[in-house]
């Protein structure tokens, strides 16, 4: 089974900075291109960023770009999301899927951006 754990969420201050990171198990990680995602509260779900298989040329959504930085290790089948000058607005929960299919989305990891 296709299994995406993300993890490293929780309580920041704006201007504060965060990692997070994506454990992807059940298929050949190096195979596909990437995706994290995000939902705030009573919001549709807003696309963040993708990284290519080899890492290359990641892209991001115009919200977050210049703040956002998209890397993923291969070998350690995990993606990551470093994040800094968080704005309140970044407060969503954060999935991380495979290629662009939301619907692939497991567990995500809450990220409050609150003073």
């Known amino acids: 089974d296709v299994q995406l754990q993300a993890s490293g969420g929780g309580l920041v201050q704006p201007g504060g900075s965060l990692t997070l990171s994506c454990a992807a198990s059940?298929?050949?990680?190096?195979?596909?291109?990437m995706s994290w995602f995000r939902q705030a509260p009573g919001e549709k779900p807003e696309w963040v960023s993708s990284?290519?298989?080899?890492?290359?040329?990641?892209i991001s959504a115009d919200s977050v770009k210049g703040r956002f930085t998209t890397s993923r290790d291969n070998a350690k089948n995990t993606l990551y999301l470093q994040m800094d000058s968080l704005k309140p607005e970044d407060t969503a929960v954060y999935y991380c899927?495979?290629?662009?299919?939301?619907?692939?989305r497991g567990q995500g990891t809450l990220v409050t951006v609150s003073s």
């Open positions: 059940g298929f050949v990680f190096s195979d596909y291109t």
């Open positions: 990284i290519g298989r080899s890492g290359g040329s990641p």
């Open positions: 899927t495979r290629q662009s299919d939301y619907a692939s």
